[in-house]
């Protein structure tokens, strides 16, 4: 009964690369318009309320493709090495009882019904109960139209703000429930600040104590880590499923 649990909780961590074809699979239409677009010589593309250039546009997508398939690869390996730890573990079928088998096959079905039914209906985001409003902050928004547009579908606002002073201002006198920042940005002149996320978590730490803040960037090491960690913030992610499903915890 143990052997099996490991399985299906890898089939579970499977959803979320899962959820993020969903929400390619969701913007065809958007992906229709914008081959349209291109033989009239616009190349633009709305997401939701932004408008996005076939660049921005294909970059978006090429950056969740590349997540899904960085995902789906970790999964792999994590899956061969418990089906490894299962194999020299699991106990033989006889060891067990009539109702413990019992058990591991309902949950088999379980698991092969999930793995086989990977759609718009049965897969949700599912965004904590707790987060109806977030503050995104990036000097750049239409960077993350795809994420925003699948929030807002799912009922959740999304107010964007491009520098920590508005960022700063928007919270005192709003009502967020969460914060997500990149960790670079221009905050009013040409020089990019490579602090500016982490300067502004621990700013927003001072006035909440307990109000998630997601620094989302393009890359991450175990020096932004600590970073992240000293100012304050909740988390720091590269991974668009990740800030997904930090979302839903």
């Not at 194999?87 to 088998?101: I, N, Q, S, V």
């Not at 932004?224 to 930090?246: D, F, Q, R, Y």
Request: proline share 3%; aromatic share 6%.
């Amino acid at each position: 009964m143990e052997g099996i649990a490991p399985i299906i909780e890898s089939i579970a961590m499977i959803l979320w690369p899962v959820i993020l074809i969903i929400i390619l699979f969701s913007f065809r239409k958007n992906i229709q318009s914008l081959i349209k677009s291109s033989e009239t010589r616009k190349f633009t593309v709305k997401i939701g309320e932004m408008e996005l250039s076939m660049d921005e546009f294909s970059k978006q997508q090429g950056d969740m493709i590349k997540d899904l398939q960085t995902r789906v690869n970790e999964l792999q390996r994590q899956m061969e090495r418990k089906g490894e730890l299962i194999t020299k573990d699991e106990a033989p079928a006889e060891a067990l009882g009539f109702e413990d088998r019992r058990v591991d096959v309902r949950r088999s079905e379980d698991a092969q019904r999930v793995a086989r039914k990977p759609n718009a209906k049965s897969v949700m985001l599912d965004i904590d109960d707790d987060i109806s409003d977030i503050l995104w902050v990036d000097d750049h928004p239409k960077n993350n139209a795809f994420l925003i547009e699948s929030l807002n579908k799912e009922g959740v606002s999304v107010s964007t703000a491009k520098h920590t002073k508005d960022a700063i201002k928007r919270f005192e006198h709003g009502a967020f429930d969460c914060v997500i920042s990149d960790s670079t940005r221009l905050e009013g002149n040409e020089i990019q600040n490579h602090q500016a996320g982490f300067e502004l978590a621990g700013a927003l730490r001072e006035i909440d104590k307990n109000v998630p803040i997601y620094i989302y960037t393009d890359a991450v090491n175990e020096k932004m880590k600590e970073k992240a960690h000293n100012v304050g913030a909740t988390a720091i992610t590269s991974s668009p499923s990740e800030l997904l499903k930090l979302l839903s915890d």
